[in-house]
C-alpha cells in the first residue's frame, strides 16, 4: 500500500488546513493510519494516528486539542484538519500505515508506505 498525502499550504499562524491523504489500495483492517511531520534538520515525528477498524485516535502531545484525523474507510482516505495552527508545525507531513495492529503508534519505524508529503508553512 503506497499513500499519499496532499492539501498543504502556506497559512498565518491561528489559521486552518485540511490535509488528505489516499491509499493506492486498502490497508489491513487492523492497521493505522499515521501522519508524521519532519521540519528541516529534525527527525520525522509522530502527529496523529487513527485506526482503521473502530476509528480510534491518538496525538501527539503537540497537537492535542487543535489537529483531528478521520478517516473515510470507503474510499481509502484519511484526513488531518489542522486548526490554530503555529509556526512551530511548520514541516512536511507524510501520511503511512502499519501493517496490522501495533501498541507503539508513535513509533515511525513501526510504519510503511510513506509516499512524497506536502509542505505545510505557517507564518508569524
Known amino acids: 500500500v503506497q499513500l499519499q498525502a496532499s492539501g498543504g499550504g502556506l497559512v498565518r499562524a491561528g489559521g486552518s488546513l485540511r490535509l488528505s491523504c489516499a491509499a493506492s489500495?486498502?490497508?489491513?483492517?487492523?492497521?493505522?493510519l499515521g501522519w508524521f511531520r519532519q521540519a528541516p534538520g529534525k527527525e520525522r515525528e509522530f502527529v496523529a494516528t487513527?485506526?482503521?477498524?473502530?476509528?480510534?485516535?491518538y496525538y501527539a502531545d503537540a497537537v492535542k486539542g487543535r489537529f483531528t484525523a478521520s478517516k473515510d474507510a470507503a474510499k481509502n482516505t484519511m484526513f488531518l484538519q489542522m486548526n490554530n495552527l503555529r509556526p512551530d508545525d511548520t514541516a512536511v507531513y507524510y501520511c503511512?500505515?502499519?501493517?496490522?495492529?501495533?501498541?507503539?503508534?508513535?513509533?515511525?519505524?513501526?510504519?510503511?508506505?510513506w509516499g512524497q508529503g506536502t509542505q505545510v508553512t505557517v507564518s508569524s
Open positions: 487513527i485506526r482503521r477498524s473502530g476509528g480510534a485516535t
Open positions: 503511512a500505515t502499519t501493517y496490522g495492529p501495533t501498541s507503539t503508534y508513535w513509533d515511525v519505524n513501526q510504519y510503511s508506505g
Open positions: 489500495s486498502r490497508p489491513s483492517n487492523s492497521a493505522s
